[in-house]
Nanobody, 124 residues
Framework: QVQLVESGGGLVQAGGSLRVSCAASGFTFRSYAMGWFRQVPGKERDFVAAISRRGDSTYYHSSVKGRFTISRDNAKNTVYLQMDSLKPDDTAVYYC?????????????????WGQGAQVTVSS
């Protein structure tokens, strides 16, 4: 049974930092690229960041580049999103996802598996 379980969300003040984690099970983690997306009520789910299977390539949306860092630990079957210099506009539910390919990682349709999401709230 495939599972992606996010953790580490919460409430933080603007300018602060937060790290969300996603623990994977039920599939061969090292064979999947991983991504983070976010969604606010009434809007589409948007790409945030992605990392290749081996972790040697990373991709970011322009709005988070330089503030967010995606990483993975294939030994622990876990992907992380370190979020620094947070802004109120970063408030959203953050979802991790797994893709069986190492390309088109900004596309929501590329991903095979999804987590249940973790709420991140940034207060001003």
């Amino acid at each position: 049974q495939v599972q992606l379980v996010e953790s580490g969300g919460g409430l933080v003040q603007a300018g602060g930092s937060l790290r969300v984690s996603c623990a994977a099970s039920g599939f061969t983690f090292r064979s999947y690229a991983m991504g983070w997306f976010r969604q606010v009520p009434g809007k589409e789910r948007d790409f945030v960041a992605a990392i290749s299977r081996r972790g040697d390539s990373t991709y970011y949306h322009s709005s988070v580049k330089g503030r967010f860092t995606i990483s993975r630990d294939n030994a622990k079957n876990t992907v992380y999103l370190q979020m620094d210099s947070l802004k109120p506009d970063d408030t959203a539910v953050y979802y991790c996802a797994a893709a069986g390919v190492d390309y088109l990682l900004e596309g929501i349709g590329t991903y095979d598996y999804w987590g249940q999401g973790a709420q991140v709230t940034v207060s001003s």
